[in-house]
T-cell receptor, first 115, second 113 residues
Framework: GAGVSQSPSNKVTEKGKDVELRCDPI?????LYWYRQSLGQGLEFLIY????????KSGLPSDRFSAERTGGSVSTLTIQRTQQEDSAVYLC?????????????FGSGTQLSVL | AQSVSQHNHHVILSEAASLELGCNYS??????LFWYVQYPGQHLQLLLK??????LVKGIKGFEAEFIKSKFSFNLRKPSVQWSDTAEYFC???????????FGTGTRLKVLA
């Protein structure tokens, strides 16, 4: 596609339910990042993929959070047993490679609301 | 831990006023600095970036930023803002050792027409 695509754009769920957020990066981009954007908190790094592997999972807030990437393309971020503090905008970004001169291309995000 | 600090959380200016948004980074290694902007209802997009060379970097829409190594700063400036500059601005640093882009908390700019 022309840009980074995220789905759903909005998700309302009940506390305790599992949710899956999807990111479809720009074709050919090998690096993929997930961030969480909360009011007043800026962009919190969650996880980074180079191809299908995630060398750095240190940003995942708890073991309820997991992410995978298959075929070097689509990535899913899964949150199990959601809590109210998980409510935020989850942003995905991709770049052609993991280099210092690579700008990030962002999707429009998934607004997650946990009731 | 690596961090990026943005001192101004909310800024309100009138059109034609000058703008300076503060940003301080912490990583002491090779510097890779960015400013991103998020206009209302739009994606985050790159405004400008600095890796080396002239410490005064020019970006899109008349924005510029100055890298001052001694102050660990990378402040964003614009001589005369427009109503269309109303947006949220994020400073970011890339750590080539960890491949992480670390973002600041953002500054919400409102320009009054």
């Amino acid at each position: 596609g022309a840009g980074v695509s995220q789905s759903p754009s909005n998700k309302v769920t009940e506390k305790g339910k599992d949710v899956e957020l999807r990111c479809d990066p720009i074709s050919g981009h090998t690096a993929l990042y997930w961030y969480r954007q909360s009011l007043g908190q800026g962009l919190e790094f969650l996880i980074y993929f180079q191809g299908n592997s995630a060398p750095d999972k240190s940003g995942l807030p708890s073991d309820r959070f997991s992410a995978e990437r298959t075929g070097g393309s689509v990535s899913t971020l899964t949150i199990q047993r959601t809590q109210q503090e998980d409510s935020a905008v989850y942003l995905c970004a991709s770049s052609p490679g993991a280099g210092f001169n690579e700008k990030l291309f962002f999707g429009s995000g998934t607004q997650l609301s946990v009731l | 831990a690596q961090s990026v600090s943005q001192h101004n959380h909310h800024v309100i200016l009138s059109e034609a006023a000058s703008l300076e948004l503060g940003c301080n980074y912490s990583y002491g290694g090779t510097v890779n600095l960015f400013w991103y902007v998020q206009y209302p209802g739009q994606h985050l997009q790159l405004l400008l970036k600095y890796f080396s060379g002239d410490p005064l970097v020019k970006g899109i829409k008349g924005f510029e930023a100055e890298f001052i190594k001694s102050k660990f700063s990378f402040n964003l400036r614009k001589p005369s803002v427009q109503w269309s500059d109303t947006a949220e601005y994020f400073c970011a640093e890339y750590n080539p050792g960890t491949y992480k882009y670390i973002f600041g908390t953002g500054t919400r700019l409102k320009v009054l027409a």
